[in-house]
């Protein structure tokens, strides 16, 4: 610490000028992506007239909180969002495991087949047999109005699995070596030398599973027909995509229902909110010197 | 050994006895219905069905998006469901692939009370290759649904009468634009074909009869004449210039901040549009603009007609009788009522007549009745439906004014039209087709003369094909 | 010497190479039955699907849909359209998380790090629906864009109906949207840059400016390398879920991509196998493309994928 903050004093006039730059430079980009999320949330507090007349703008018009009641309040929102925290962490947990797992074998580069496996996942990426196969594969499995159709299909991502073992590629052999000749096996290695130093890539891709359970809509839309087994985000969607209907198409008794502009707002931040403060927690992990820290210590 | 084997199978069949007392002491249908925003086994609708028919049911829902893709798939999944309700275009699809059970003899035999209260004609509009397949439900009134709405307190100002013509129309947006300098009329890009305007082009909806042939809007003789005079209003900046890339909202939004005097509308949207307009435009009123009179002095406005609904029971359905006795119950006259409407003095008043709901009960407990609905009493069912209406003032004034179109309430008669394969499976896409291109003329992208290209590019995407198949059902008629 | 090290370790890794098979099974089983169990509805590109006949029983009808997407002179079109949206996007936006994780890591304020960090994640979480309502009403004509240019412009720009300016607002709104989080793997990758080699080269002298280019940038590499691959792989997809809602029929001519065209000419007919043999022919020229950039990335940069 001492150290660093001597050569903050030695920091060159451009390299100050740099820092306050990029200062500025993120705050402007913080302004212009916060815009859009201070403008649904002023509109879900604000009165519907003042919505739909587009009076809302950063800050609530005819304040109210009508509409969260209104929403938390929905059966369908309790049950929804039991469904999807449940998938959530299962399925995160879960998919942390099988992931991990993988990507450490197939960061060994001398591992016979390694090229094989790789290419075997990177096909699997890219090619899609298409909604029937999947649909009866579901069906012939059980897994139709399950919640389990909405976790195991997606344990293995090969996007993230590439990365995670990008990053163990990195790590030095050197620690592993030494804790093999010290008589470790692979699992206590994965354990106890590959997985603490790797603790931001782990956090990162925790995030990206976490955020695609929970964003995850199209495949309760498609193997789900229970309406106490949608997800949060499916419930969402059909708000959003039901007042995106052109009115012809709509039958009256459906279109005389439609969700207010203000509940929808409402809806959208409630359904974002709760996975949006997973990132601020996981951030702790991207602290540096933890990864040497860790295994110096 | 021997002992034991013959005692197993004596445990066995006590075991299916009494399970197969007990399966048959609680038969449970199980319905599925299309998509809308709320948990059919939760409702309390659900409840008051049970209580009066004594059947238990759990209710399905296709999804929001895909839903004749999933319908497809979960109707191949045969003895999942033993009760649909279908719109048309799945009822096309699932009767062209013998999907669904026929009903004659069923209804014969279970279905007195259905067979009773539909209409003949409506039966027979139902029937595929003379078989019944699925009960007709029909659209609760003849509404008249889509207008242009106006502000009164506009014209009022600039001694502008409500226009009844072409030119008169054309000459309001002007006076309207000069002299408020306001957008005149706001428009999303769905609204390419506002149907108050066509009506002035003798078009008033999408199959039009022209010399005793059926003919599609597209093909319309006079189509090319409206698409010019919408692309002049648009020229000459007297309806939105956003209108290509307006969804509802940006529409709604223009109109009741006061920017915009006009608004294509449809009456549902009244509670919300125009408690907006009273509050943000003091003083403001609203006027409902006709059909406009083409050269002739005709006029003409689609109303619903047709069938809404058909409600089947797919192949390989296990409890097929109780099914049909299900529907029959529901639709007796007490039941009906009271899934409908609920009960007298609690959910609803009769004044006169007509019926109107008691406020907040009705919205909360038979908001969503129409969902659960199995076939409708062509009769009784309008007057029940009505109190919906009425929920609300500003729904219920736009809505009465509405409807005193109803005068030159014109059905698409196409509509009922029984099973028509090829047209269901192009109409969307060539819906979608039509709105690209007549966009692209109204804005300006392209040039109208191209219209006869664009005619062609309709015929060669199904247009020919389906023209054909509505023209051979018409004739045979 | 180097080779012996690579005999030793191949040797004493043999010994344990159940222990790392066993690690990779559950995801190789997972694969084999969720992706490649399905794999076999592929044949529907070369069918004549029905679905209420069946995969199995589905007529067979050879090439005859690859056929009807290439002799299909639009096809090219929107073939042409996709590829330079793509491009447009790889160039512009794919450096820009890197440059946002670099600048991150170089504020010194840990709150107003992890505040900037949360903030500019925030639009990813927004539907397309919802963004693409909001720049609609943002860029319209009388929108607040067009308002403050409004003194120096005789009309209002069109900006979404303009065929000059679309491809630029869908290149803007995209990186505005994705930026934040594209950034989240660069962070992870940054911090994971041993500290060592930081106070190493501020002994050294080094400024800030070639620590960023000597230590930050070649440490992030490998990351960069395979989004890189990965990203080139995706060429034929150019943001589907965006363009289909923010284009409009005035912009056709060079928003138009293959999954929208795709989209709106099978728009409710059921045509499985048409959609089947076009998903198809993305998927193989994301596969040579994927292996094509893994080649080169080997060769130019000595770091690969497998």
Do not use: C
């Not at chain 1, 999807?84 to 942390?96: D, P, Q, R």
């Not at chain 3, 066993?22 to 029905?50: H, R, T, W």
């Amino acid at each position: 610490m001492n150290k660093r903050q001597k050569h903050f004093m030695k920091e060159s006039k451009v390299e100050r000028l740099f820092s306050a730059l990029n200062v500025f430079l993120l705050l402007l980009l913080a302004a212009a992506t916060l815009f859009p999320f201070l403008h649904v949330l002023a509109q879900s507090l604000s009165s519907e007239t003042a919505v739909i007349s587009g009076q809302v703008g950063l800050f609530p018009v005819d304040p109210q909180l009508g509409t969260y009641q209104y929403v938390m309040g929905n059966s369908q929102f309790t049950s929804s969002f039991r469904v999807s925290v449940i998938i959530t962490v299962l399925g995160t947990l879960g998919a942390m495991v099988v992931t991990t797992f993988a990507a450490y074998t197939l960061s060994k580069p001398h591992l016979p087949g390694r090229n094989f496996f790789l290419v075997l996942f990177i096909f699997a990426m890219l090619f899609h047999g298409g909604i029937i196969p999947n649909y009866l594969l579901m069906r012939s499995l059980g897994l139709l109005d399950s919640i389990w159709v909405l976790i195991l299909p997606a344990l293995v991502n090969v996007f993230n699995l590439l990365i995670i073992k990008n990053f163990f590629e990195g790590t030095p052999e050197s620690l592993e070596e030494a804790a093999r000749i010290d008589g470790a096996n692979t699992f206590s290695i994965l354990f106890r030398i590959v997985l603490p130093i790797s603790l931001p890539v782990l956090a990162t891709i925790s995030l990206f599973y976490a955020v695609a359970y929970w964003n995850d809509f199209f495949r309760a839309m498609i193997y789900i027909s229970r309406p106490d087994l949608k997800p949060l985000q499916l419930y969402l969607y059909e708000i959003v995509t039901q007042t995106q209907r052109p009115l012809t198409d709509v039958p009256v008794d459906s279109a005389m229902n439609l969700t207010p502009a203000a509940v929808r707002s409402a809806t959208i931040m409630a359904t974002t909110f709760p996975i949006l403060v997973v990132y601020p927690f996981l951030q702790k992990y991207f602290v540096k010197g933890i990864v040497v820290g860790s295994v110096k210590g | 050994m021997k002992r034991r084997l013959s005692l197993r199978t004596l445990l066995v069949v006590v075991l299916v006895m009494a399970l197969s007392v007990v399966v048959h002491a609680q038969v449970v249908i199980r319905h599925m219905g299309n998509w809308d925003a709320f948990d059919p086994n939760s409702d309390i609708v659900a409840e008051a069905i049970e209580k009066v028919t004594g059947y238990q049911v759990e209710y399905s829902m296709l999804p929001v998006e895909n839903m004749n893709e999933v319908l497809s798939l979960r109707v191949s999944n045969v003895g999942a469901y033993d009760s649909l309700k279908l719109n048309s275009q799945q009822y096309n699809m699932l009767t062209a692939q013998k999907a669904l059970l026929p009903l004659d003899d069923l209804l014969e035999k279970y279905g007195q009370r259905i067979l009773e209260v539909i209409k003949e004609e409506t039966w027979e509009a139902a029937k595929v290759d003379g078989k019944i397949y699925g009960v007709p439900e029909v659209p609760p009134a003849p509404n008249v649904n889509h207008v242009i709405l106006a502000r009164k307190d506009i014209l009022d100002e600039l001694n502008l009468a409500v226009p009844e013509t072409v030119d008169e129309f054309y000459d309001v947006l002007k006076t309207i634009r000069k002299e408020k300098n306001m957008l005149p009329l706001a428009m999303a890009q769905h609204n390419f074909a506002l149907s108050v305007v066509t009506s002035g082009f003798g078009i008033y909806h999408a199959w039009m009869e022209v010399d005793g042939a059926i003919t599609h809007q597209v093909e319309h003789p006079k189509m090319k004449e409206y698409v010019e005079f919408m692309a002049k209003l648009y020229e000459e900046n007297l309806i939105d210039q956003d209108f290509p890339v307006n969804a509802t909202q940006h529409v709604v939004e223009k109109f009741t901040s006061g920017r915009a005097a006009m608004i294509p509308f449809a009456w549902w949207q009244a509670p919300a549009v125009l408690a907006a307009l009273e509050q943000n435009v003091p003083g403001s009123e609203w006027v409902v603009i006709p059909p406009l009179k083409d050269e002739s002095g005709n006029r003409g406005i689609e109303v619903d007609g047709g069938i809404l609904w058909f409600v089947g029971i797919p192949q390989g359905a296990k409890n097929v009788e109780d099914v049909v006795k299900w529907w029959n119950a529901k639709l007796e006259l007490d039941n009906h009522k009271y899934i409908a409407l609920g009960d007298e003095g609690v959910h609803y008043y009769e004044e006169n007549g007509a019926y109107f709901p008691i406020l907040p009960v009705f919205e909360d407990e038979r908001n969503m009745a129409n969902w659960y609905l199995t076939g409708v009493d062509q009769e009784l069912y309008p007057t029940y439906w009505a109190s919906r209406v009425r929920k609300n003032a500003h729904m219920s004034k736009v809505y009465d004014a509405m409807q005193e179109l109803r005068q030159w309430g014109s059905v698409n008669p196409v509509a009922w039209a029984p099973a028509l394969p090829t047209v269901s499976k192009y109409t969307q896409s060539l819906n979608l087709l039509t709105q690209d291109n007549l966009v692209n003329f109204i804005a300006g992208g392209d040039d109208v003369r191209n219209y006869g290209d664009f005619v062609d590019a309709w015929r060669a995407s199904g247009g020919q094909e389906s023209t054909v198949e509505v023209n051979n059902w018409y004739q045979s008629r | 010497m180097k080779q012996s090290k690579k005999r030793r370790t191949f040797k004493s890794g043999v010994l344990n190479y159940w222990q790392y098979y066993v690690l990779l099974f559950p995801a190789l089983a997972l694969i084999l039955l969720f992706q490649y169990v399905p794999l076999y509805g592929l044949q529907i590109a070369f069918k004549d699907f029905n679905i209420f006949v069946g995969i199995k029983e589905s007529p067979f009808v050879g090439f005859d849909h690859f056929r009807r997407v290439f002799n299909d002179a639009y096809f090219y079109k929107v073939l042409g359209n996709t590829l330079v949206i793509s491009f447009y996007k790889l160039v512009f936006l794919f450096p820009l998380p890197v440059i946002l994780a670099i600048q991150l890591n170089e504020v010194k304020n840990n709150l107003l790090r992890r505040s900037v960090q949360t903030v500019v994640y925030l639009p990813h979480f927004l539907s397309w629906v919802i963004v693409s309502g909001l720049f609609v009403s943002i860029l319209g004509s009388d929108g607040i864009v067009n308002q403050i240019l409004s003194p120096f412009m005789d009309r209002p720009i069109r900006f979404l109906m303009d065929r000059n300016w679309f491809r630029s607002v869908l290149v803007f709104t995209e990186g505005w949207k994705g930026v934040g989080w594209s950034a989240i793997v660069y962070l992870a990758a940054i911090t994971g840059i041993d500290p060592q080699l930081y106070e190493a080269a501020i002994v050294d002298g080094a400024n800030k400016f070639q620590r960023i280019w000597h230590i930050t940038l070649p440490g992030i590499s490998p990351t960069i390398i395979l989004l890189l691959i990965l990203n080139i792989g995706s060429l034929l997809e150019a943001g589907f879920q965006q363009i289909l809602v923010m284009y409009n029929p005035m912009v056709y001519s060079v928003a138009d991509i293959i999954g929208t065209y795709v989209y709106r000419v099978g728009l409710g007919q059921m045509n499985f196998s048409y959609g089947a043999a076009v998903g198809l022919f993305n998927s193989v020229v994301a596969f040579i493309l994927i292996i094509t950039g893994n080649q080169l990335a080997k060769r130019l940069a000595g770091r690969s994928i497998w």
